[in-house]
Nanobody
Framework: QVQLVESGGGLVQAGGSLRLSCAAI????????MGWFRQAPGLERELVAA????????YYAHSVKGRFTISKDNAKNTMYLQMNSLKPEDTAVYYC?????????????????WGQGTQVTVSS
């Protein structure tokens, strides 16, 4: 079992940047594919970005491509989401997640382990 703890959310003006972190506690996550999801009020949860266990493959939602970068540091058991050029529509609760599933299940948004979420608010 792996426990995930997000941090780094907050309030930022449009055009600004934030870096979210997701620390894995209790078990190394080097074997896991990892992802970042977000959910805005009244909307469904969506997969924003994902990275394979080997770090060789990444996925980005069209809405964030070119602005967000996902990465992970296996030595620190930590995953990151660098968010640049933030827009008000990026406002949401952001969740990190982990899975031992294959890449097909990753891009389908099927993950077994979830963090509690961190709020990101982008003001116009």
């Amino acid at each position: 079992q792996v426990q995930l703890v997000e941090s780094g959310g907050g309030l930022v003006q449009a055009g600004g940047s934030l870096r979210l972190s997701c620390a894995a506690i209790g078990r190394t996550f080097s074997s896991y594919a990892m992802g970042w999801f977000r959910q805005a009020p009244g909307l469904e949860r969506e997969l924003v970005a994902a990275i394979s266990w080997s770090d060789t493959t990444t996925y980005y939602a069209h809405s964030v491509k070119g602005r967000f970068t996902i990465s992970k540091d296996n030595a620190k058991n930590t995953m990151y989401l660098q968010m640049n050029s933030l827009k008000p529509e990026d406002t949401a609760v952001y969740y990190c997640a982990a899975t031992l599933g294959n890449w097909e299940t990753v891009v389908a948004g099927i993950f077994e382990h979830w963090g509690q979420g961190t709020q990101v608010t982008v003001s116009s």
